[in-house]
């Protein structure tokens, strides 16, 4: 490793204060452009919640893109998993990318990128601090963003 990119290894983060995020349930991140990638064990994940065999989970609500499985999308882009007025149906069974948003590490490559997803994300800036350890898991897919607060459309908090 160069001299230089120990330095910027061994600098805090720049969220190292922590950051403010809540789930809203408002869904902008289940609709629009984009893939969620799923591996074998969410899918066993999800199809277990959904009480299906997995084949049959994935005749249904799975495709290969470049050679990777992503879920199904509704004609306007929407999650296959999204209804309006209910939000998530596999909450509790989501994949892992849903679990870590809006912690990726494209949000969290730095403050303008963080700004650019809270403009499409109402959630971030409100709620309580996700310290930087926190943030670190999730957005190394080690972990899941709180549920939400009771009311918002989440499950509650034991799931």
């Known amino acids: 490793m160069s001299r230089r990119a120990a330095e910027e290894r061994a600098r805090p983060p720049w969220f190292a204060a922590g950051l403010r995020f809540r789930c809203t349930a408002c869904g902008d991140c289940c609709r629009g452009e984009g893939y969620v990638w799923v591996g074998r064990r969410e899918a066993e994940r999800l199809a ?21 499985l992503s879920l199904t999308e509704k004609a306007g882009g ?3 998993f999204w209804r309006e007025g209910a939000g998530c149906t596999v909450y509790e069974a989501r994949p892992d990318q849903c679990r870590t948003f809006p912690f990726w590490r494209s949000s969290l490559a730095s403050p303008e990128s963080w700004s650019e997803t809270a403009r499409r994300c109402e959630g971030i800036g409100e709620g309580r601090v996700y310290e930087e350890r926190e943030i670190v898991r999730l957005r190394d897919r080690r972990g899941a963003t709180d549920p939400g607060e009771p009311g918002a459309g989440a499950p509650p908090a034991d799931s």
């Open 48 to 68: 277990e919640h959904l009480d299906l065999e997995r084949d049959e989970f994935g005749r249904r609500y799975l495709r290969r893109v470049q050679g990777r």
């Open 78 to 80: 929407e999650c296959v």
